[in-house]
């Protein structure tokens, strides 16, 4: 069982390019979220999505494209990726309510550089 | 806005315990996580406080006080495999879909020396 992944797992590129991070979990989780992780700024949420159609903004969503069309699937677009936007960026996954703690569950992470 | 203050970095020797502290401002809460992140790694669950008190978990207990908005992590004999980024975060009292978001703290580094 993979769980929750992203890909790629590492990418470079230009300032001004379009660049879609790819994340995928495996559990049927019906909330997904997106965080990016700087020094100095700790994780910081860009997008969640509570189900397929539904997402809204996080703390830093400016310059960040998402969808979900499927439960599974919860893209990343950087629409015109710039330096600023260099950064490690987690997916995250979390259960249906059903009660618990409702823990995230984080995917293994991408690193992206904007040169 | 929304405020989570961690120590920047610890050092603790190996078999020792060490605390690390967590404390915050926020418009609601709704519940306190540790997570541990190794470097190079995702953040992996460890804890969760939503009443006052300490909830233990092996090597690891975690406390929390709901009217000093304080909360520490105790790690106890603690290994070389422990040094790692402690991160505390809160789940504020949103209604609908943005209850589960969770702000986090900027995290801990621990390192432990032999």
Redesign the interface.
């Known amino acids: 069982d993979a769980g929750i992944t992203q890909s790629p797992r590492y990418k470079i590129t230009e300032t001004g390019r379009q660049v879609t991070l790819m994340c995928h979990q495996t559990w049927s989780h019906s ?1 997904m ?1 997106w ?1 990016r992780q700087d020094l ?6 860009i997008y ?1 999505s ?1 189900a397929a159609d ?1 997402t ?1 903004k ?2 830093v969503p400016d310059g960040y494209v998402v969808s979900r069309s499927k439960t599974e699937n919860f893209p990343l677009t950087l629409e015109s990726a710039t330096r600023s936007q260099t950064s490690v960026y ?1 997916c995250a996954s ?1 259960l249906l309510p059903s009660g618990g ?9 991408t690193r992206l550089t904007v040169t | 806005g929304q405020n989570i203050d961690q120590p920047t970095e610890m050092t603790a020797t190996e078999g020792a315990i060490v605390q690390i502290n967590c404390t915050y401002q926020t418009s609601g809460f709704n ?1 306190l ?1 540790w997570y541990q992140q190794h470097a190079g ?5 460890l804890s ?1 406080n ?1 009443l006052d008190g300490l909830e233990e978990k092996g090597r690891f207990s975690s406390f929390l006080s709901r009217s000093k908005g304080y909360s520490y992590l105790l790690l106890k004999e603690l290994q070389m495999k422990d040094s790692a980024s402690y ?1 505390c ?1 809160v789940r504020l009292a949103y209604s ?3 209850s ?8 801990t580094k621990l390192s432990v020396i032999p």
């Open positions: 909330y979220f965080y100095g700024h700790g994780l910081r949420l969640y509570a539904i809204d996080g703390e987690f979390t703690p409702y823990e995230q569950y984080f995917g293994p992470g | 519940g996580f790694e995702a953040p992996t669950f969760y939503v991160l975060a609908g879909a943005g589960y978001q969770l702000t986090f703290g900027k995290g």
